[in-house]
């Protein structure tokens, strides 16, 4: 028979993403509604280490489902990646009676919680991260609206570009993964979109596709880098070796990060949150909500860091023809 969860605390970790106070949210409901106190856990993993804990209440969770960001902070900890400092969570959760720990985060906060768990603490992750690459769910919370930032952005790039007629490139976060880049490509009509999964023929994936783009007629052109593929000035230079082009650099950075989260994040995130309570509610521990198939599961968080997570094939494959057409 599993332990009776009477108070359970939550935390976001690693790089904020819109959705996470929705996810905040639901958890703080959700533990209302089975009668468990939920605490608030400021600035992830080195709060826990720290103490800074303090119960939520009503007003902390009131009209935050739109912010984005995150209310309860977030903040690296390299003192938790050591058995000492997992020792000091681990007495910050007997100190306080934390029966549970919902992680809302990225992989770093999935190994963290994968540590706190074999100290006997229970753990339940959620994903939340703009970049889209934890392989064990189909989407993590964040990456649509962040996407949605990116596209308006570029959007108004095509404006000042087409008027001008000139070249722009424009770096998306993303970390080590394409995801981003690629969906936010199909979304704008890109000329060409770099990502790191792929290898690079700079000629043939760049410099001919403006050719082409030329050759039909086009005196503008978009240029689309994931961050972990090159650097967006390091391209510009190449293009304007290669064709004589000045290119204009944009490097969208960390406004991708912020903004009222998508109804798509809102309600993903409410969802998780939910998930997640019930998950430890239910006895369950090192565990990781995910989506598949349209559905939330629960998967253990080892195999789930075990997982790879590639590009979708389809959408290289649309990708492919539709920077073969350019607008």
Known sequence: MSKQIKRIGVLTSGGDAPGMNAAVRAVYRTCVNRNIECLGIFRGWNGLINGDVRRLTQSDVSHIISRGGTVLYSARSPEFKTEAGQQKAVNTCKLFGIDGIVAIGGDGTFRGALALSKHGISVVGIPGTIDNDIASTAYTIGFDTAANTAVECIDKLRDTMQSHERCSVVEIMGRDAGHLAVYVGLATGATAVLVPELPIDFERDVIEK????????????????????????????????GTGLDPRVTVLGHIQRGGSPTARDRVTATRMGYYAVEALAAGKTNRIICIRDGKNIDVDIEEALSMHKGINQLDLDTLKTMTGIND
């Open 210 to 241: 403006i050719r082409a783009a030329r050759l039909n007629g086009f005196t503008h052109y978009m240029i689309v880098v994931a961050e972990g593929a090159a650097k967006a000035m390091e391209v510009a230079e190449k293009i304007k070796e």
